[in-house]
């Protein structure tokens, strides 16, 4: 090809007097950067069901993985020990067990399920394990909704805490009631987002650690606040230094997985 069709070829007019720039096409921006190097290489594959429940802000990570393999049915039930002879679920010792017996057929493991259901306000499809997590998955797919981490967080935390007292029967020989594990799942959700700065109260009884008094910039004006979010209690003192004024306040949560109110109430000022 002779340069004179290349030249032909080009179809704008070259302008002197701009700079030459150069263009990323890797990137919406046209600017270059690593992420859109990665997205360029690696291959686009379509979302998996049910991440959002496992992988978001306030999840805890071996939770998340053991629920990951509870909702592939790879969990190592009695049912997948090749050669096991002992076949009879310890949690009730009433049924083979299975995933879908474990997590939803076991009258142990279901009372549990009411509770912690009832607390978070979950409603679960009738039927096996597989479709009621298919379900969920389906209902609660916003990773960045408040009310649907907490979903996720409410559920790896029962399922993580009912496998270790499967595990801790079987090996250990160590054997605790439903309501003990009932407390272990709220204390690790509570204990959670009091890590993310929260004083936790569930049910008048503090679970969570308090938080003390702590010293923030706030409007006067500022008296109601509201979000989506929806079954825990939450309450903490806080004292608020509003310019030259400082004022002692109570917070008060009420959160469910459909609606929240945070009410603020002054309680005195100097």
């Not at 009258?107 to 679960?124: E, G, H, P, T």
């Not at 004006?221 to 903490?236: I, K, Q």
Request: include cysteine; hydrophobic fraction near 40%; proline fraction near 3%.
């Amino acid at each position: 090809m002779d340069l004179n069709l290349m030249w032909d070829l080009v179809t704008f007019q070259p302008r002197n007097d701009l700079q030459d720039t150069y263009k990323w096409n890797g990137n919406s921006t046209g600017k270059f950067s690593i992420r859109s190097v990665w997205h360029q290489l690696r291959p686009i594959n379509p979302k998996v069901a049910g991440a959002s429940l496992l992988w978001h802000a306030w999840h805890i990570p071996r939770f998340s993985f053991i629920l990951w393999l509870a909702a592939r049915g790879r969990l190592r039930t009695m049912d997948r020990l090749h050669g096991n002879s002992q076949r009879v679920c310890v949690l009730c010792n009433g049924h083979d067990e299975n995933h879908d017996h474990l997590f939803f057929g076991c009258s142990f493991s279901s009372s549990i399920w009411l509770d912690i259901s009832s607390r978070a306000q979950i409603v679960w499809q009738a039927g096996n394990w597989s479709q009621a997590w298919q379900d969920i998955a389906v209902r609660c797919s916003n990773k960045n909704n408040p009310r649907h981490r907490l979903v996720g967080l409410a559920l790896a935390s029962s399922i993580y805490h009912i496998w270790k007292e499967r595990n801790k029967r079987i090996f250990d020989q160590h054997f605790s009631n439903s309501q003990k594990i009932r407390d272990d799942i709220v204390n690790s959700v509570c204990g959670k987002l009091g890590g993310l700065g929260v004083g936790v109260c569930l049910d008048g009884a503090a679970v969570g650690p308090l938080m003390g008094p702590w010293k923030a910039k706030l409007p006067c004006s500022v008296s109601r606040l509201s979000s989506a979010l929806g079954g825990l209690s939450f309450s903490w003192q806080m004292g608020l230094r509003l310019g030259s004024q400082e004022c002692s306040f109570s917070f008060e949560f009420v959160v469910g997985f459909f609606s929240v109110m945070v009410v603020v109430k002054a309680t005195g000022g100097s």
